[in-house]
């Protein structure tokens, strides 16, 4: 049962401590009888001020009786004297005790209304010059602005911390914006949900049939397409889906949709007589990667060389005897400026990649390894013995660039090296491609690896599986697998799957263990012990660090949000030791396993050597070191690497004892737990399963029925995607 609000009004005492960034503020408020602790997001709040707050009454265990504010009314000083204090006390930067006096002497009781509303009288102050004038100004409108934009959404039940960063956005014509037009707060940079701007126009009173609606619609749409690996969708596809969410008529939407094309908010692409419609970014994204694709295909040396001396030398040297299909990969990656590595488990891919790396490095060529996230890259470096980056940070991330992923490598700021070598294409999206290309130099090798049988990216397109399928581009697909591999049940289990036969389920005495389970709380119960006490006690697998729990959805009983809460019950109970924070009704605790589900470009981080750096990624895996609620931050260790994040960056976490089979990409752990839901679902195809087994690297515990996972082997649904990149790098349609 929540607790009842109550109310709570008196003048800020000290301001204890102040987070500009996010708003949270602790402070003592006085009464009138006494001192009160109050917490949350109060940002400007100065001493001298009168609050009037909404909220809660709680016990901290370490900082005991405080009241957290959920909402919060100011009242500005009327009179002189007030107005004296309050200025006095640092209400505004730059103005102190001294010149407060002042512009009281000369402005009295209407002193704020002149700050705020005719600034440009306080030149008329002795030792306010223009220049100084000018900053008062900024910082009065900045003070005023934020209070009203704060008090204005409450009305709407958006909170602080999301009404900062609007008014961040939009600064003091927020209130005027957002009346006109709530649909701006659908903006991506802000994420309201379009529902919810709904509630907020409909108090408004703006019709359903409102121009502002129907465009936030249609691009509300294409914007949740996005994250189903579309970068378009069909014109009549589009208009349905859109008609079907606002709830108007066909013409109507088709109109607005027409207008949107003309105005440019919206692209339109015909594709063998088919009309597709982009965000704009998206279509510049598609066409640029096919022209550099092309371009760098036009830039191919006319004759192949012929390098079998110099691999013949590398094997008599290395003590390695290369197969036919590595031999041709080796030579295509030395002779075409753009090559793709394919090839599933224990086909030699790495092998491969060690062969072309030195011979690459023979040649006095200077390499640079990458992968899509940070666990990837990390296995990269292990397995070459020479770093590797992720894309991101080899780019180098441009972080003066707020309102956009930017990198400072580009075409004006090419990256330096001669090769470029990416793993883990398979997870690449259009975007970051696009990024990645604008960072190479036009004379620059790009050897791409990857296994176009895994998923394919999380974000848009389906770039891996269009270069190949263009045919256009030089590729080697590894199939042989190799003696040592052979001996793994996890590599040739795989291997059926992608064949479309059945794993061996009986075998007992290898890495790949089937257990019959028909009962889903069964199910649930065995993962738990054999996460928790059988596989630690049999092989000493580190729970947290070397067993990951992978099931193919959240929901469900045996799906990852079930098995976080059963898994963090027991690898991580509450205790007196243990700080925890409740949020949007998820409880982080010290030492809980966590993931980063989303790219953060601006969360700062730092190693033991003194090293700092910004910037954590969808798929990171860490486990929180501590707990600070005065502060309201939780810190994160990733690896080697410590970050703080404030509680209202908590949706970016999320508990990671069990992760979705999307979510393990690019990753590889010694022991895996995957549990088959016995029901038939859109999540149960070819390609999750194979991707799922091919996370294990020592040990594989496969749970559920022999028939789920045949199901699972025979449909073959391909991931359908809305991407025209293949009729592009095919010539079928203009770029």
Not at 116 to 131: C, D, H, N, V, Y
Not at 141 to 160: C, E, N, Q
Not at 255 to 280: C, F, I, K, S
Request: glycine share 6%; charged share 25%.
């Amino acid at each position: 049962m929540e607790k009842q609000l109550s109310i709570l009004t008196g003048t800020v005492e000290t301001v204890v401590y102040s987070n500009e960034d996010s708003g949270f503020t602790v402070l003592e408020l006085n009464n009138g009888k006494e001192l009160i602790t109050v917490v949350g997001e109060l940002m400007g709040a100065v001493e001298g001020e009168k609050l009037t707050l909404h909220g809660v009454y709680t016990v901290h265990p370490n900082y005991g009786s405080q009241f957290k504010a959920s909402a919060c009314e100011r009242t500005l000083p009327a009179t002189a004297a007030a107005i004296e204090q309050f200025l006095a006390n640092g209400a505004v930067k730059g103005v102190g005790p001294v010149l407060a006096s002042r512009l009281v002497q000369a402005f009295g009781d209407d002193t704020l209304e002149v700050m705020e509303k005719e600034p440009q009288r306080l030149t008329e102050i002795p030792g306010i010059s223009p220049a100084k004038c000018e900053k008062i100004a900024q910082e009065v409108s900045r003070l005023f602005g934020v209070r009203m934009t704060m008090l204005f959404l409450s009305r709407f039940g958006i909170d602080a911390s999301t009404s900062i960063e609007i008014w961040k956005r939009y600064g003091s014509g927020t209130q005027e914006l957002v009346s006109e037009n709530p649909y701006i707060l659908c903006d991506e940079s802000i994420g309201v949900e379009f529902e919810r701007c709904d509630a907020i126009a409909e108090k408004l009173e703006i019709p359903m049939d409102s121009s502002y609606r129907l465009s936030a619609g249609i691009l509300h749409v294409l914007r949740h397409n996005l994250n189903n690996g579309h970068t378009c969708l069909p014109y009549d596809k589009l208009l349905p889906t859109a008609c079907q969410l606002l709830e108007q008529n066909e013409a109507m939407v088709d109109t607005e949709l027409q207008a949107m094309l003309e105005g440019q908010q919206l692209e339109l692409l015909d594709v063998n007589g088919r009309p597709y419609v982009y965000l704009p970014e998206y279509l510049a994204a598609e066409q640029y990667v096919a022209a550099r694709i092309t371009t760098a295909l036009q830039l191919q040396q006319p004759q192949e060389q012929d390098y079998s001396k110099k691999i013949d030398a590398l094997e008599a040297r290395n003590g390695i005897h290369y197969a036919a299909l590595q031999r041709k990969a080796i030579a295509d990656a030395l002779n075409y400026s753009l090559f793709v590595l394919t090839g599933g488990p224990g086909t030699g891919k790495t092998t491969t990649i060690n062969a072309i790396i030195e011979l690459l490095e023979e040649m006095e060529l200077d390499v640079a390894l990458a992968a899509p996230t940070g666990r990837a890259a990390k296995r990269m470096s292990e397995v070459t013995g020479r770093e590797a980056k992720t894309i991101h940070r080899l780019l180098e991330v441009d972080f003066t660039k707020k309102e956009a992923l930017t990198f400072k490598r580009n075409e004006r700021n090419p990256l330096p090296h001669d090769v470029i070598i990416v793993d883990e294409m398979s997870m690449v999206d259009i975007p970051l491609m696009r990024s990645l290309l604008c960072g190479v130099k036009l004379n620059a090798r790009l050897i791409l690896v990857g296994d176009s049988d895994q998923l394919p990216s999380v974000g848009p397109g389906n770039v891996l599986r269009d270069l190949i399928q263009s045919g256009i581009v030089r590729t080697v697909t590894l199939t042989e697998i190799f003696r040592q591999a052979q001996k793994s049940l996890i590599v040739t289990n795989a291997h059926a799957i992608v064949r479309g036969e059945m794993p061996q389920l009986s075998c007992r005495d290898r890495d790949f263990f089937f257990m019959r389970r028909e009962q889903y709380e069964s199910m649930k119960q065995t993962v738990v012990d054999l996460c928790c006490r059988r596989l630690p006690k049999s092989y000493g697998y580190d729970p947290i660090e070397d067993i990951q729990v992978i099931a193919p959805t959240r929901v469900g009983a045996v799906g990852t949000n079930n098995l976080n809460e059963a898994l963090q019950r027991e690898l991580n109970p509450p205790s007196p030791e243990k700080d925890e924070v409740k949020i949007a009704g998820r409880t982080f605790r010290t030492g809980d396993k966590v993931m980063q589900i989303k790219n953060n470009y601006d969360i700062l981080w730092s190693r033991e050597n003194g090293e700092d750096g910004m910037g954590v990624y969808n798929g990171d895996i860490g486990v929180i070191k501590m707990i600070d609620r005065p502060s309201k931050t939780i810190l994160i260790r990733f690896d080697d690497r410590e970050a703080a994040y404030l509680f209202d960056m908590a949706d970016q976490i999320e508990l990671a004892y069990a992760v979705t089979v999307h979510k393990s990409q690019g990753s590889e752990f010694p022991a895996v737990i995957l549990p088959v839901m016995g029901y038939r679902s859109k999540m149960h195809y070819r390609n999750l399963l194979y991707t799922a087994v091919t996370r294990a690297k020592n040990q594989l515990i496969l749970l559920g029925t022999e028939q789920s996972v045949a199901y699972m082997v025979e449909n073959d649904r391909k991931t359908i995607r809305y991407t025209n990149l293949l009729e592009m790098l095919k010539g079928e349609c203009e770029l």
